[in-house]
């Protein structure tokens, strides 16, 4: 689930560019709420022999998701419920992936570690990992900084888990953006 208001901060296009997002890849985003803000454009620069997985926990996500999906004809979007929090739960195959993204999702979560593990599992060797939380810059919307997720808490349990940090960035005023790849 994104924080809607979130969605407008982030120029998804620009980030998805910045990590390198291109022809016939295979992607996720990880918790993708139901605006399509990653996803739609992630599966107009896949193309239609690329794949893009919308993955959410709440089914009314996912419809959102699918409805924009048919209305841009985008066929190399498909939704996938399940629970990121559940190590292996995911319907990817493991290690399929190109890139996987986890986008106002770590906040929100009681166990992020799981869904690091779990982006880890999808992941092929060499895939890139895109992670953008909330930063502690204040701001009248987003978590309160008692729910954020601190940036070197990220970084710690990525790295422990297997992934080398590529580099830090900020995606937006109020979000710090990391990318990792797999090991």
């Not at 918790?31 to 193309?47: D, L, Q, R």
């Not at 009681?110 to 204040?138: F, R």
């Not at 954020?148 to 080398?164: I, K, L, P, S, Y």
Request: proline letters at 3%.
């Amino acid at each position: 689930m994104h924080a809607h208001k979130g969605n407008n901060l982030l120029n998804a296009k620009e980030i998805l560019a910045e990590v390198g997002v291109r022809k016939d890849m295979h992607v996720a985003d990880l918790g993708c709420g139901g605006s399509g803000h990653f996803v739609i454009p992630a599966a107009k620069m896949v193309g239609e022999h690329g794949v893009v997985y919308a993955v959410d926990i709440l089914q009314k996500a996912l419809e959102s998701v699918q409805g924009k999906a048919r209305g841009e004809r985008l066929g190399q979007l498909h939704t996938i419920w399940a629970d990121i929090e559940s190590f292996g739960a995911t319907p990817i195959a493991e290690k399929s992936l190109d890139q996987a993204y986890l986008i106002n999702v770590l906040f929100q979560s009681i166990n992020y570690a799981a869904i690091i593990g779990e982006a880890y599992l999808l992941l092929q060797k060499g895939g890139l990992l895109l992670v953008i939380d909330w930063d502690s810059t204040p701001s009248p919307f987003g978590p309160t900084s008692d729910q954020q997720v601190r940036q070197q808490d990220v970084e710690d349990r990525a790295m422990a888990t297997g992934f080398v940090l590529r580099k830090r960035f900020k995606p937006g005023k109020y979000h710090f953006g990391l990318i990792f790849i797999k090991k």
